[in-house]
């Protein structure tokens, strides 16, 4: 009784919703990530976890060279010589002149060319006087100017690249640098997916009154293909216990994680969360945020359950809320999270007390301020909303307005720290 008098038009409060970050924290601890890796070539790493920490094994530079196309000096020498010097050779990229600097001389030097060892300063070509072998020198300059030191940017034997980071161009870089052909990265984790529901109908077939087309297999194919995985796309399963069962029994045979998206809210024609209980372990069900209330996680056999819900905006913001992260973890990925910004709202915005509501938004900046608009419809079946967004409104589960001028925390879309 007390249940559905909260309940009430003026309160979206239901006690048996956890609220998002518990239920964050429920499936990040009672997801173990993978153990097995693989070693592959670097040219093929783009995007992949890395399974144990990078050590350097030289220095880089691996030699002392010059930053600039110039002149290399011993400071002492040239001021007993009054900064006037002779040309003794040239040092250039890749054919080194390698022997020390003596009584008046300097030589000429390329970017990235070695240097003698006792040379402290390079002046850049553009800053001396020449006049045949004589080279004329400016008198202001600085002890090591224009040097890059060996080790300056990483130190043989120091950690290069931690476990758990996702390799970008950067890591392929430095691991060209040290010469490493090849990196051990965790395996690609196996995720299926498939849709659920009566109405769902093939974009290949035509469209009868009262169906539509699945789209949620097409969304959920865009947000997986980014990430270092095995994806296997299911189809779409009737609104029918066994044949649900059937399917996630198959599914559960392979998969690391099993993503639905439909029939899991409390509808007649819900079997998600039944089936779920049959096979497997229902870990909750329900999450207070909008869109997506509706959320089963669970476990079959030895896959991560997750039942999203069948209107395609929920389903994108329960995927990236908590599937996302879920991923992450199986993977062994360093912990990251959404950016937050605080950003003027340009619209009056209103929501039901009782749970977070993350609505679509377009966030623009000024040289002094953020300021975020509505993108329009906020129904969780509206998608054109969500194409027009670049970012999540996120209201806490007290708010019930905002006013057009108030501050607003605006999640970007895409970064991640
Ligand atoms: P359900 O969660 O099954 O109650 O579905 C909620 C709403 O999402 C209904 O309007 C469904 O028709 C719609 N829906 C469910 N699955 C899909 C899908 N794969 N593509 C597009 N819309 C869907
Ligand atoms: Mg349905």
Redesign the pocket.
């Given at each position: 009784m007390i249940k559905k008098l909260n309940n009430t038009c003026m309160n979206e409060f239901d006690p048996d919703a956890l609220d998002e970050v518990s239920a964050i924290g429920k499936i990040i601890n009672s997801i173990k990530s993978l153990i097995k890796h693989e070693k592959i070539e670097i040219g093929k790493s783009l995007g992949r976890v890395i399974s144990r920490d990078i050590k350097s094994t030289l220095d880089i530079p691996n030699f002392k060279n010059s930053a600039m196309d110039g002149y290399a000096v011993n400071l002492r020498l040239l001021k007993l010589n009054k900064y006037v010097m002779r040309q003794k050779a040239v040092s250039y990229a890749g054919k080194p002149y390698s022997k020390k600097l003596l009584n008046n001389e300097t030589i000429k030097v390329m970017t990235g060319s070695v240097i003698p060892e006792n040379c402290d300063a390079v002046i850049m070509k553009e800053m001396v006087d020449v006049e045949g072998m004589s080279i004329y020198f400016p008198k202001n300059i600085q002890k090591n100017q224009n040097i890059r030191m060996k080790g300056e940017d990483i130190k043989k034997k120091s950690i290069v690249i931690k476990k758990g980071e996702v390799i970008n161009h950067t890591h392929m870089g430095i691991l060209s640098s040290l010469g490493i052909r090849e990196v051990p990265v965790v395996i690609k984790p196996i995720v299926s997916f498939f849709?659920?529901?009566d109405?769902?109908i093939s974009i290949n077939k035509k469209l009868r009154r009262g169906m539509?087309?699945?789209?949620?297999?097409y969304i959920l194919r865009g947000l997986l293909e980014r990430l270092p995985i095995i994806i296997r796309d299911m189809g779409?399963v009737k609104?029918n216990e066994k044949a649900l069962m059937n399917k996630l029994t198959l599914c559960s045979k392979t998969s690391d994680i099993i993503i639905t998206?439909?029939?899991?809210?409390v509808?007649d024609?819900?079997y998600i969360k039944i089936a779920l209980a049959k096979l497997g372990k229902i870990n909750f069900w329900k999450i207070a945020i909008k869109p997506g209330r509706?959320l089963a996680y669970g476990k079959i056999n030895k896959s991560y359950f997750f039942g999203l819900?069948?209107?395609?905006v929920s389903?994108v913001v329960t995927f990236q809320l908590f599937v996302g992260p879920a991923i992450d973890k199986l993977m062994g990925r360093k912990e990251s999270k959404h950016i937050t910004i605080k950003a003027i709202s340009q619209n009056n915005l209103s929501k039901k007390k009782g749970r977070v509501e993350y609505k679509r938004g377009y966030l623009k900046q000024d040289d002094n301020n953020n300021f975020v608009m509505s993108t329009g419809l906020q129904g969780s079946?509206i998608l054109t909303s969500l194409e027009k967004a670049n970012c999540y409104i996120r209201l806490g589960a007290n708010v019930s307005k905002v006013k057009k001028g108030d501050n607003v925390t605006v999640i970007p879309f895409n970064i991640k720290i």
């Open positions: 849709s659920t529901g109405e769902l539509i087309y699945d789209s949620n297999r779409v609104d998206t439909g029939g899991v809210s509808g024609a819900d509706p819900p069948g209107n395609p389903a079946n």
